[in-house]
Protein backbone atom coordinates (compact mmCIF):
# COMPACT_ATOMS: atom_id res chain seq x y z
CA UNK A 1 0.00 0.00 0.00
CA UNK A 2 2.76 2.48 0.89
CA UNK A 3 4.25 1.96 -2.54
CA UNK A 4 1.36 2.88 -4.02
CA UNK A 5 0.40 6.01 -2.26
CA UNK A 6 4.63 7.06 -2.98
CA UNK A 7 3.64 6.85 -6.24
CA UNK A 8 1.28 9.49 -6.02
CA UNK A 9 3.84 11.61 -4.26
CA UNK A 10 6.45 11.30 -6.77
CA UNK A 11 4.00 13.47 -9.11
CA UNK A 12 5.36 16.73 -7.16
CA UNK A 13 8.11 18.68 -9.51
CA UNK A 14 8.76 18.12 -13.10
CA UNK A 15 6.08 15.64 -13.98
CA UNK A 16 3.34 18.41 -12.96
CA UNK A 17 4.80 21.13 -14.64
CA UNK A 18 2.61 21.08 -17.61
CA UNK A 19 -1.33 21.00 -16.19
CA UNK A 20 -2.63 18.97 -18.83
CA UNK A 21 0.37 16.23 -18.20
CA UNK A 22 -1.12 15.81 -14.93
CA UNK A 23 -4.13 15.79 -15.02
CA UNK A 24 -3.96 13.32 -18.07
CA UNK A 25 -2.01 11.09 -15.60
CA UNK A 26 -4.77 10.97 -13.23
CA UNK A 27 -7.98 10.33 -15.22
CA UNK A 28 -6.18 7.63 -16.89
CA UNK A 29 -4.77 6.01 -13.25
CA UNK A 30 -8.04 3.85 -13.03
CA UNK A 31 -7.05 1.99 -16.50
CA UNK A 32 -3.32 0.84 -14.96
CA UNK A 33 -3.15 -2.55 -12.59
CA UNK A 34 -2.96 -0.84 -10.07
CA UNK A 35 -6.12 -1.15 -7.70
CA UNK A 36 -6.49 0.71 -3.92
CA UNK A 37 -7.96 -1.53 -1.21
CA UNK A 38 -11.39 -0.18 -0.08
CA UNK A 39 -14.12 -1.36 3.03
CA UNK A 40 -17.60 -0.02 3.14
CA UNK A 41 -19.41 0.13 6.19
CA UNK A 42 -23.10 0.16 6.32
CA UNK A 43 -24.10 2.39 9.71
CA UNK A 44 -27.17 0.56 10.99
CA UNK A 45 -28.93 -1.46 13.98
CA UNK A 46 -31.79 -1.90 11.53
CA UNK A 47 -29.94 -3.38 8.71
CA UNK A 48 -28.56 -6.81 7.73
CA UNK A 49 -26.05 -8.22 5.52
CA UNK A 50 -29.15 -9.96 3.34
CA UNK A 51 -31.13 -6.62 3.03
CA UNK A 52 -27.85 -4.28 3.29
CA UNK A 53 -28.52 -2.59 -0.66
CA UNK A 54 -26.35 0.64 -0.34
CA UNK A 55 -23.10 -1.51 0.88
CA UNK A 56 -23.83 -3.62 -2.32
CA UNK A 57 -24.50 -0.34 -3.98
CA UNK A 58 -20.86 1.04 -2.64
CA UNK A 59 -18.90 -2.87 -3.52
CA UNK A 60 -20.58 -2.97 -7.06
CA UNK A 61 -19.56 0.78 -8.01
CA UNK A 62 -16.12 0.07 -6.63
CA UNK A 63 -15.49 -3.08 -8.36
CA UNK A 64 -16.98 -1.85 -11.53
CA UNK A 65 -13.99 0.65 -11.14
CA UNK A 66 -11.06 -2.14 -10.70
CA UNK A 67 -10.70 -1.46 -7.17
CA UNK A 68 -11.04 -4.43 -4.46
CA UNK A 69 -13.46 -4.47 -1.54
CA UNK A 70 -11.39 -5.91 1.34
CA UNK A 71 -14.19 -5.55 4.21
CA UNK A 72 -17.87 -5.04 3.89
CA UNK A 73 -19.59 -4.88 7.50
CA UNK A 74 -22.33 -3.55 8.84
CA UNK A 75 -22.13 -1.23 12.16
CA UNK A 76 -24.65 0.23 14.62
CA UNK A 77 -25.55 3.58 15.14
CA UNK A 78 -23.44 3.96 18.07
CA UNK A 79 -20.88 6.62 18.11
CA UNK A 80 -18.58 4.10 19.92
CA UNK A 81 -18.65 1.54 17.75
CA UNK A 82 -18.36 3.72 14.49
CA UNK A 83 -14.88 5.19 16.01
CA UNK A 84 -13.33 1.72 17.08
CA UNK A 85 -14.59 0.31 13.37
CA UNK A 86 -13.03 3.02 11.18
CA UNK A 87 -9.71 3.39 13.31
CA UNK A 88 -9.15 -0.16 13.07
CA UNK A 89 -9.25 0.10 9.16
CA UNK A 90 -6.99 3.18 8.80
CA UNK A 91 -3.60 2.03 7.76
CA UNK A 92 -4.90 -1.29 6.74
CA UNK A 93 -7.42 -0.10 3.79
CA UNK A 94 -6.82 2.72 1.44
CA UNK A 95 -10.27 4.13 1.90
CA UNK A 96 -13.28 3.42 4.20
CA UNK A 97 -16.00 4.44 2.70
CA UNK A 98 -19.75 4.82 4.76
CA UNK A 99 -23.30 5.07 4.46
CA UNK A 100 -25.73 5.91 6.42
CA UNK A 101 -25.85 7.97 9.86
CA UNK A 102 -25.18 11.63 8.17
CA UNK A 103 -28.37 13.31 9.07
CA UNK A 104 -30.43 15.04 11.87
CA UNK A 105 -31.89 12.37 13.91
CA UNK A 106 -30.10 11.27 17.12
CA UNK A 107 -28.67 8.32 15.88
CA UNK A 108 -27.21 9.85 13.14
CA UNK A 109 -23.20 10.28 14.60
CA UNK A 110 -21.43 9.32 11.87
CA UNK A 111 -19.70 12.47 11.30
CA UNK A 112 -19.19 13.17 15.01
CA UNK A 113 -17.46 9.22 15.21
CA UNK A 114 -14.77 10.23 12.18
CA UNK A 115 -13.93 13.31 13.17
CA UNK A 116 -11.95 12.77 16.10
CA UNK A 117 -10.00 10.52 13.32
CA UNK A 118 -9.55 12.81 10.74
CA UNK A 119 -5.64 14.66 10.22
CA UNK A 120 -7.45 16.60 7.60
CA UNK A 121 -10.95 17.16 6.92
CA UNK A 122 -12.15 17.72 3.19
CA UNK A 123 -15.31 19.81 3.51
CA UNK A 124 -15.21 20.01 -0.25
CA UNK A 125 -16.27 16.26 -0.64
CA UNK A 126 -19.20 16.92 1.26
CA UNK A 127 -20.25 20.43 -0.82
CA UNK A 128 -20.20 18.90 -4.17
CA UNK A 129 -22.06 16.04 -2.85
CA UNK A 130 -24.66 18.39 -1.71
CA UNK A 131 -24.69 20.30 -5.13
CA UNK A 132 -24.68 17.15 -7.46
CA UNK A 133 -27.50 15.41 -4.83
CA UNK A 134 -29.36 18.69 -5.41
CA UNK A 135 -30.53 17.77 -8.84
CA UNK A 136 -32.10 14.32 -7.59
CA UNK A 137 -33.84 15.74 -4.36
CA UNK A 138 -33.67 19.31 -4.26
CA UNK A 139 -33.48 21.40 -1.25
CA UNK A 140 -33.33 18.20 1.11
CA UNK A 141 -29.56 17.97 -0.32
CA UNK A 142 -28.75 20.31 2.71
CA UNK A 143 -30.32 17.88 5.05
CA UNK A 144 -27.12 16.08 4.58
CA UNK A 145 -24.05 15.97 6.31
CA UNK A 146 -21.62 13.68 4.03
CA UNK A 147 -18.24 14.64 4.73
CA UNK A 148 -14.66 13.05 4.09
CA UNK A 149 -11.34 13.80 5.51
CA UNK A 150 -8.19 11.48 5.84
CA UNK A 151 -6.57 9.82 8.50
CA UNK A 152 -2.84 8.72 8.47
CA UNK A 153 -2.99 8.39 4.91
CA UNK A 154 -6.31 6.73 4.25
CA UNK A 155 -9.31 8.11 2.95
CA UNK A 156 -12.18 8.46 5.17
CA UNK A 157 -15.75 9.31 3.06
CA UNK A 158 -19.07 9.62 4.92
CA UNK A 159 -22.31 9.37 2.68
CA UNK A 160 -25.68 8.74 3.25
CA UNK A 161 -27.33 5.66 4.16
CA UNK A 162 -29.73 5.93 0.46
CA UNK A 163 -28.40 3.33 -2.39
CA UNK A 164 -29.41 6.36 -4.56
CA UNK A 165 -27.15 8.70 -2.44
CA UNK A 166 -24.43 6.04 -1.94
CA UNK A 167 -23.91 5.35 -5.63
CA UNK A 168 -23.80 9.09 -6.70
CA UNK A 169 -21.27 9.38 -3.93
CA UNK A 170 -19.37 6.83 -4.69
CA UNK A 171 -18.93 7.01 -8.53
CA UNK A 172 -19.39 10.99 -9.07
CA UNK A 173 -17.81 12.59 -6.08
CA UNK A 174 -15.06 9.75 -4.59
CA UNK A 175 -13.94 7.49 -7.25
CA UNK A 176 -13.27 10.55 -9.93
CA UNK A 177 -10.64 12.00 -7.41
CA UNK A 178 -8.85 9.17 -5.28
CA UNK A 179 -6.05 8.74 -6.87
CA UNK A 180 -5.36 12.53 -6.21
CA UNK A 181 -7.04 12.35 -2.41
CA UNK A 182 -4.69 9.54 -1.47
CA UNK A 183 -1.31 10.68 -3.40
CA UNK A 184 -1.49 13.96 -1.84
CA UNK A 185 -2.10 12.43 1.62
CA UNK A 186 0.68 10.07 1.35
CA UNK A 187 3.40 12.70 0.39
Same mark, same amino acid.
Given at each position: ??????? /? /????????????????????????? &???????????????????R? $? &???? &???ET?????????????????????????V??????????G? $????D??TV?A??P?????????????????????????M?????A???? $??????F??????? &?? /? !????L????D? !???????
Amino acid at each position: MSDHGDG /G /GGHEGHDHDGHKSGDHDHQHHHDSD &ETWTFAVLTISTSRSASDDRS $G &EVAR &EAIETAGHEVAVQEIVADDQEAITEAVDDLVGTVDVVVTSGGT $GLTPDDVTVEALRPLLDKELPGVGEYFRRLSHEQVGTMAMLSRATAGVAD $GTAIYAFPGNPDAV &EL /G !VEEVLLPEIDH !VLGLARR
